[in-house]
C-alpha cells in the first residue's frame, strides 16, 4: 500500500537555526499537506501543495511539490520555541476519499 | 478554535468497557474521518462518513463502530476495550467528500483503558 516516510525522526536544534524536513511517497501524489500538531492537540493544517514544482510559503515555513511528484519538503527559518511540535505530510490515498499521513517528524527547539 | 468539537477530552475506563466519543464537526463540513494515534505513533486513519453514509474504512477494529446523524455530527463506539486501544482518537471534518481541500481536525479525546 501506499507510505508516506518522513525523515529526520526527530531532531533537535538551537533557537535561531533553519531546520529542514522531507516526506516521500512509494507513489505519485497530486496533493501534499503539511500540519503541525502540539502537544496534546490536533494536527493544524499549515502549507497545501496542489501542482509539481510549487513553492509555498506561510510566514517563516516554506514548503516544496518535488518534481517527481513522490516527494515534498518543509523548511521552517530562524526557528522560534514555539516551533515544537511534531510535523505531518499528508496525501492522497489513491482511489478512496481519505489522506495518509507520514511518520512525522518530532521537532523540538533548544532556547 | 478549529471548530471541530470532540468530546470528552479524556476517558479512564476498565478493559471490557465499551464508550463512545463524539465529534461535532464544523460548520457546513459534511464528511467526518476518525483517527486514531497511539503514543508516538502516527495518525492511523479508522473511518470516515460523508453526509450520513459511510465512504471510506481503515483499520478499523470490528469492536469499533461508528455513525453519522442527521445533524452531521459523528459517534465512534468502542467496546470490549483492551489496553492497547488507549490512544487518541482524532475526528477531522471537511467540506466535501473528496479530499482536496484538506481536513481540519479537532483537539481529540484522550483515551486510558486501565
Known amino acids: 500500500g501506499q507510505q508516506l516516510n518522513q525523515s529526520p525522526q526527530s531532531m533537535f536544534i538551537q533557537e535561531g537555526e533553519d531546520v529542514s524536513m522531507n516526506c516521500t511517497s512509494s507513489s505519485i501524489f497530486n496533493t501534499w499537506l503539511w500540519y503541525k500538531q502540539d502537544p496534546g492537540e490536533g494536527p493544524v493544517l499549515l502549507i497545501a501543495l496542489y501542482k509539481a514544482g510549487e513553492l509555498t510559503s506561510n510566514g517563516r515555513l516554506t514548503a516544496q511539490f518535488g518534481i517527481t511528484r513522490k516527494d515534498s519538503f518543509l523548511n521552517i527559518s530562524a526557528s522560534i520555541p514555539s516551533d515544537v511540535g511534531i510535523y505531518f505530510c499528508a496525501g492522497p490515498s489513491s482511489g478512496t476519499y481519505k489522506y495518509i499521513f507520514g511518520t512525522g517528524t518530532r521537532l523540538k527547539v533548544l532556547a | 478554535d478549529s471548530g471541530v468539537t470532540q468530546t470528552p477530552k479524556h476517558l479512564i475506563t476498565a478493559t471490557g468497557q465499551r464508550v463512545t466519543l463524539r465529534c461535532s464537526p464544523r460548520s457546513g463540513d459534511l464528511s467526518v474521518y476518525w483517527y486514531q494515534q497511539s503514543l508516538d505513533q502516527g495518525l492511523q486513519f479508522l473511518i470516515q462518513?460523508?453526509?450520513?453514509?459511510?465512504?471510506a474504512k481503515g483499520n478499523i477494529l470490528e469492536r469499533f463502530s461508528a455513525q453519522q446523524f442527521p445533524d452531521l455530527h459523528s459517534e465512534l463506539n468502542l467496546s470490549s476495550l483492551e489496553l492497547g486501544d488507549s490512544a487518541l482518537y482524532f475526528c477531522a471534518s471537511s467540506l466535501l467528500g473528496n479530499r482536496d481541500y484538506g481536513y481540519t481536525f479537532g483537539s481529540g479525546t484522550r483515551l486510558t483503558v486501565v
Open positions: 462518513y460523508y453526509n450520513g453514509e459511510e465512504r
